[in-house]
């Protein structure tokens, strides 16, 4: 009885097979691959209508419909899971402002805003011949509501599912750049196909980059709800399209760069880390701890003598919440699901 042959794996095989295996069972890499493959419809349909008018006043790609693939990615995957139950769960959460702190919320609402109308002095300082502002104020609503519907599908999708798997084992700034680099380049097809050329489509993936971070601060510190992400999202998109003309005149070189500069003080105060560790809040201790003295004022020690039988055992001040930090840190368990 002859013995059977063993394939014989070639040189680097298993290193590959390793790989491999890897990538596929990344659920990061699991959902961008399906967000890509569920937008290549999205992009042949922009393709072919190529030049044609919306009739919009506005210059959206019939690709930018691509907006709902985030969110379809969520809910196969989530589906495939057997986790059906999140898929409401991330609904209320997203639709839901409580939660929220107040002072959140006017950050939400005025961040976005405040960096285009600082974006539009910029350019009139800089000698741009523009229009005066002529804020289309009967457009605002319709506006606000179409984008709120495309920031759902994004939202929910980058930050309400793939940013807890993506953070896991890294700082909160790099899970933010990675995934603001997929997020810039998913949206260079519909900038080709809406005309823009290669200069204006870098300065725009540049600002979208550091646009995350500014997405990722922001839904850490407002409780990790994805509705702050989602309206800031959207007034991102309200305050472009509320630039002179319909947007006509938005420059993303200067947007960009006032965007990374916010990006950059925001990684400074509220560090790499955690984007959610404010150094100018920290409170100071009310006197410093004495050189001789075993224990800080606001660590006190465990008591001296042995413990009693029965009685529980001291804890450590914080260690019952260290896994209880915003997603992001290095210590931030995976949580591939929606918030709830």
Do not use: K
């Not at 009739?55 to 693939?69: D, E, F, H, R, Y």
């Not at 050329?197 to 922001?218: E, F, K, P």
């Amino acid at each position: 009885m002859s013995a059977a042959v063993r394939p014989v794996m070639p040189p680097g095989g298993h290193a590959v097979r390793r790989l491999r295996s890897r990538v596929t069972d990344s659920v990061p890499a699991q959902f961008f691959l399906l967000v890509l493959a569920l937008s290549v419809p999205f992009w042949l349909l922009g393709a072919a209508f190529a030049g044609r008018s919306t009739g919009l006043p506005v210059n959206i790609p019939i690709s930018a419909q691509m907006a709902v693939c985030p969110l379809v990615a969520a809910l196969i995957l989530l589906h495939r899971d057997g986790r059906v139950h999140a898929v409401l769960a991330a609904f209320r959460r997203a639709v839901d402002p409580r939660g929220v702190a107040p002072q959140w919320h006017l950050v939400t609402f005025l961040l976005m805003p405040a960096v285009m109308a600082l974006s539009y002095g910029v350019m009139r300082l800089s000698g741009e011949d523009l229009p005066p502002p002529a804020i289309p104020w009967t457009a605002l609503p319709v506006l606000f509501a179409v984008f709120l519907v495309a920031a759902l599908g994004e939202e929910l999708g980058w930050m309400g599912y793939v940013y807890g798997p993506l953070a896991e084992g890294r700082s909160a700034l790099r899970a933010s750049l990675l995934l603001g680099v997929v997020w810039a380049g998913w949206h260079v097809v519909p900038l080709l196909q809406a005309g823009h050329g290669s200069s204006w489509i870098a300065w725009q993936c540049v600002g979208t980059v550091a646009r995350r971070v500014l997405t990722v601060w922001l839904y850490l510190n407002a409780g990790q709800n994805v509705f702050a992400a989602v309206l800031l999202h959207t007034m991102d998109n309200v305050s472009v399209f509320a630039f002179p003309v319909y947007g006509s005149y938005y420059d993303p070189t200067v947007t960009g760069l006032l965007v990374v500069a916010a990006a950059v003080v925001i990684t400074a105060v509220w560090t790499g880390r955690t984007l959610s560790d404010n150094r100018l809040g920290r409170a100071a201790p009310n006197s410093p701890a004495a050189p001789d003295s075993p224990a800080a004022p606001d660590s006190p020690a465990e008591p001296a003598g042995p413990r009693r039988r029965g009685s529980p055992p001291t804890v450590r001040p914080g260690s019952e919440e260290r896994w209880r930090r915003p997603a992001g840190g290095p210590r931030s368990r995976p949580d591939p699901a929606p918030p709830t």
